[in-house]
């Protein structure tokens, strides 16, 4: 018995001594794995410290402390860790590991020198939790340079080649510092996590609640800008096509890649303490993607000038915006929208209900703003094709030094835009007490040939005061006509293969005046009428124009008797004999022109059996005897008018 009792305590003896020395072996083999990947950041010129290091073997986690890295290029970071524990951890082939879970506190990040101002920004970060986490052993690719887009490209090479079923951060908080001059500030982010990350890609980021205070430097008085911004929401977010639009060997990928499925935020509220607030009720953007052969961002920085005292020459200034054009026409975004804003100062507030970006249209909706004159509003404006690049390469062709913008880099604003439409404006006018409102206007072009469209339409209407300033209007005035209510429709087309240009129909409705339709039609325009921007060689493009036929259609709503009426105080007439006096006049004016073309009796006497039955409509239509330049017409036309009209067969008519 005193035999088995003896043995039972010497093999408890030794397994105890075994497992200690087991689990001393184990820490020892930890402990090398750490000092060799701390020697690996020492490597590249360097530092790179820790603190205590110990492994618990039945619950196998490793825990280090008091983590310091400061690398060779202060553009690189310094890095402070207070503790990094893991628990479960294990090997997954030569040169990974994984850990059921990752804690990591005290963490403290610092550049000294980012972007090409050199601004210092500095993170805080009290903890990190990261489950069910898989990555590399040791850091692999460090940056050999102090270039920002290769510290980006290791950054997010390290984001790609780790795994995690969540990642929470309670709270991060971020310094900068541009110097003296440029502004500095702080940003508190709380609530931070993500969900699934595996090979660069991530399902769902989100962050409760951020905040901001940014003091900013500008001439005259200091401004401080706060805002706070809540319920920021990423899905689905791709780290592949940035990544490859960092890498040199992968920037001929000219293929659009998706980076976010979706980003949406909201409620925003920004303060100044000048007195400017904003509210915006949130932000949401849908499937933007980028086009790594074009998303040169750092290289776009360097060609900044380093000297801010010295201004760009307009070739510098043309070359940087079209640097900037190219990087913007890298990013495609598949829908976006603003909502509901308000904007408030000490003078006066206003606000949009939504700003929408989608398929190419821009749009705003829903302004309500303070004027001068009065309020203004609108319910929507709309620019159709719209692009950043196109409008920004636009706007760089009209930088020419010293000279004025060339009608055709003015009429390059066709090639960048394909219409626009503005609906339910409410505007001030200056001279009148009533507003001017517009129900619809609506232009569209296209078929560009050179820098002009070959077909275009326009819709108006809307109501205007009649201004007692304009001379014109005064018999509206007297007549106690105090606004218009205008309706135009007017579309025009060229057809290349014909040669035909037809003006059809444009019409033109004043409400309870009159009703106005015209149709014109051109044969033979050529192609270079479109191209050419010199007068001369435009007026011997015209020389080749031919005059088609020509309809004219005009409903009386009121606009006869208005005429009559005038002519009525003007003569001190009762209105019948004014009525009268005007047809005579009519009468008498046609007997000239018969003379020399019987066709018009015809429209002589429709036009006076116009005006002595009101409310009846008058159409003429004019077809050319034979072959008619529009050049040449036009000349007669100012010189000789009866002769003008003799070129043509008129019929005409009146009715009811």
């Known amino acids: 018995m005193k035999r088995i009792l003896i043995g039972v305590i010497a093999t408890l003896v030794l ?49 280090i402390e008091d983590i310091a890295v400061e690398p060779g290029n202060p553009s690189q970071g310094h890095v402070k860790i207070g503790a990094f524990n893991s628990t479960g951890v294990r090997q997954i082939g030569e040169t990974r590991f994984a850990a059921d879970g990752i804690d990591i506190s005290g963490v403290e990040i610092a550049f000294d020198e980012v972007g090409p101002g050199k601004m210092k920004v500095a993170y805080k970060i009290p903890q990190v939790t990261l489950r069910d986490y898989a990555g590399p052993l040791r850091v692999q690719n460090v940056p050999a340079s102090n270039s920002l887009s290769d510290v980006y490209r290791f950054v997010l090479d390290q984001f790609a080649s780790v795994t995690a079923t969540s990642v929470t951060i309670p709270s991060l908080n971020v310094n900068f510092d541009a110097g003296r001059g440029a502004g500095s500030g702080e940003a508190i982010y709380s609530g931070l996590a993500l969900q699934n990350l595996g090979r660069g890609k991530v399902d769902a980021m989100k962050t409760d609640r951020a ?41 001929s990928d000219d293929n659009y890649r998706r980076v976010y499925r979706q980003i949406s935020a909201g409620p925003y509220v920004l303060k100044s303490a000048l007195g400017l607030h904003l509210d915006i009720d949130g932000f949401d953007l849908e499937d933007i993607d980028v086009q790594p052969s074009k ?22 200034t043309q070359e940087l915006m079209e640097r900037v054009a190219g990087f913007y026409e890298g990013i495609r975004i598949g829908k976006a929208e603003i909502g509901k804003t308000s904007i408030a100062t000490p003078q006066k507030s206003g606000k949009i209900n939504a700003i929408r970006y989608q398929q190419g249209e821009f749009a705003i909706e829903g302004v309500d703003a303070p004027s001068p004159q009065g309020p203004f509003k609108i319910e929507r404006f709309a620019l159709k094709s719209f692009s950043i690049p196109n409008l920004m390469r636009w ?43 517009v129900d619809t206007i609506s232009l569209n072009w296209g078929q ?48 290349e293969a014909s040669g035909a240009f037809a003006l059809a129909p444009a019409t033109l409705d004043l409400g309870n005046l009159a009703k106005a ?12 009428i479109f191209t050419t921007t010199d007068p001369l060689e435009a007026m011997g493009q015209l020389a080749q124009v031919e005059t088609g036929a020509i309809e004219l259609s005009l409903r009386d709503r009121g606009v006869v008797d208005l005429i009559v009426a005038q002519f009525a105080r003007m003569q001190n007439v009762s209105r019948d004999a004014a009525r009268s006096a005007i047809v005579e006049m009519i009468r008498a004016q046609g007997e000239k022109i018969a003379a020399s073309n019987l066709d018009a009796r015809s429209a002589v006497d429709a036009c006076a059996g116009f ?4 409310g009846q409509t008058l159409s003429i239509k004019l077809t ?33």
Do not use: C
């Open 395 to 437: 706007a760089a062709s009209l930088r020419t030094a010293g000279q004025p913008p060339s009608p055709d880099q003015m009429l390059g604003l066709f090639r960048v835009l394909e219409g626009a439409e503005v609906k339910g404006l409410v505007a001030p006018h200056k001279n009148t007490r009533q507003p001017i409102t």
């Open 211 to 251: 905040t901001f205070a940014i003091n900013v430097a500008q001439p005259g008085k200091a401004d401080k800008l706060t805002g706070e911004i809540s319920g920021i929401i990423v899905n689905d977010f791709d780290a592949a096509p940035i990544l490859a639009a960092l890498d040199p060997q992968a920037r």
């Open 448 to 495: 560009l040939v050179g820098s002009i469209p070959s077909k275009a339409s326009l819709v108006v209407k809307m109501v205007t005061p009649t201004d007692p300033a304009n001379p014109a209007l005064q018999p509206l005035i007297v007549a106690g006509v105090d606004k218009l209510a205008i309706d135009l429709d007017l579309g025009a087309a060229w057809t």
């Open 624 to 656: 050319p005897f034979g072959k008619l330049p529009v050049l040449q017409l036009m000349d007669v036309l100012q010189n000789e008018p009866i002769i003008a009209l003799a070129q043509f067969r008129i019929e005409a008519s009146t009715g009811l």
């Open 611 to 614: 005006v002595e039955t009101s």
């Open 517 to 528: 339709q015209v149709s014109v039609a051109l044969a033979k325009v050529p192609r270079e």
């Open 295 to 316: 998303l040169h961002l750092f290289e776009m920085f360097a060609k900044l000038p380093q000297d801010k005292s010295v201004l760009p020459t307009p070739a510098q």
């Open 15 to 63: 397994g105890a001594g075994g497992w200690f020395g087991f689990n001393l072996y184990v820490q020892h083999r930890a402990t090398n794995e750490v000092e060799a990947a701390f020697a690996q950041l020492r490597s590249g010129g360097g530092k790179a410290s820790h603190g205590k290091i110990t492994f618990d073997v039945m619950s196998r986690t490793l825990t």
